[in-house]
């Protein structure tokens, strides 16, 4: 098997680590060479989290090179514009429709851009989800990146019952129903 790459993008405290745990355990799992690597910009203060996920019979670099990823999840839509050109030519792009202004917004020194899943659609294949109105439904918004990761699931090489299992073994107990309520909601999009 070629060596798989994901991305998966956010913004401090959205669960972009979680997501990225519940992957690693799920190639793990299926018996692949894994590497995770992360990188937080003021995750504490809303800043730019990415983690990368490799997976494959052997895999060497944590990192995935720019025009190399088969899946990005995003989110949130800026974050998404911002890696983009991470993807490969046919890989796919699954964002949030959610906007979290930068820093740099906030204090007025830039604005937010508008049109950005448009303009991401004319140049890749893009899901689009409003997951924070999909978690609403399950009340509890914070699954919002469990649902984003189910509708991600369709793109990966894993059976449905290996994702629901994982999921189970990584979130808290407290929480393993909604999440597994809320991957059930983004699987079905």
């Known amino acids: 098997m070629q060596t798989k790459n994901i991305m998966i993008v956010g913004v401090g405290g959205q669960g972009t680590l979680l997501t990225s745990r519940i992957l690693g355990g799920l190639t793990l799992r299926a018996g692949f060479d894994v590497k995770l690597s992360e990188v937080h910009g003021m995750a504490q203060r809303g800043g730019s989290v990415v983690t990368f996920v490799r997976y494959g019979e052997k895999v060497n670099e944590p990192i995935v090179e720019e025009g190399q990823a088969d899946v990005l999840i995003a989110f949130e839509k800026l974050e998404a514009m911002r890696y983009a050109h991470f993807l490969k030519k046919d890989g796919v792009l699954i964002v949030n429709d959610q906007r979290i202004d930068p820093m740099p917004v906030v204090i007025g020194a830039a604005e937010y851009p508008e049109g950005i899943i448009e303009n991401l659609e004319k140049k890749y294949k893009v ?42 073994h990584t979130v808290p107990e407290k929480t393993i129903e909604v999440n597994t309520k809320a991957f059930e909601l983004g699987y079905g999009m």
């Open 127 to 168: 899901l689009k989800i409003d997951a924070q109105k999909a978690a609403a439904t399950l009340g509890n918004p914070r699954t919002f990146n469990i649902i984003v990761l189910g509708l991600a699931a369709k793109h990966m090489d894993f059976s449905h019952e290996d994702w629901l299992d994982v999921i189970a």
